[in-house]
């Protein structure tokens, strides 16, 4: 199934948070807080202003992007946990330098 959002909403995949801390131990599932981190799947054309022209989104499909913790709503579309929100409720994109991109 494809899912196309409208106006200024985007289609969110959280990036699973780390199982271990940087000390080596591990988080079991039920203390592990959900990550407030996504890549966009699908975003909107954009929302319009006062005189009806589209304003496009800042954000594209594929930018890792950081949210607040009750951002959104949580759907299932093909059996995959995703989020719906507004641009509004992003809080920033994720730039990656090349050394990070291929550490990841």
């Given amino acids: 199934m494809k899912f196309r959002p409208l106006h200024d909403r985007v289609v969110v995949r959280r ?5 271990k801390t940087k000390g080596g131990i591990i988080i079991p599932d039920t203390a592990k807080e959900k990550p407030q981190e996504g890549e966009i799947i699908a975003a ?3 929302a319009r202003d006062e005189n ?4 496009p989104l800042d954000v594209k499909a594929g930018d890792r992007v950081l949210f ?6 949580e ?3 093909d059996g995959e946990d995703l989020l719906i929100m507004k641009e509004s409720d992003i809080m920033g994109v994720v ?3 090349a050394a990070t991109r291929k550490a990841a």
Avoid: F, L
Wanted: glycine fraction near 20%; hydrophobic fraction near 35%.
């Fill in 75 to 77: 759907v299932r579309i």
């Fill in 52 to 55: 009806g022209k589209v304003q």
């Fill in 68 to 73: 607040g913790k009750w951002s959104g709503t």
């Fill in 95 to 97: 730039v990656m330098s």
């Fill in 44 to 46: 909107g054309p954009g």
């Fill in 15 to 19: 990036i699973d948070a780390e199982e």
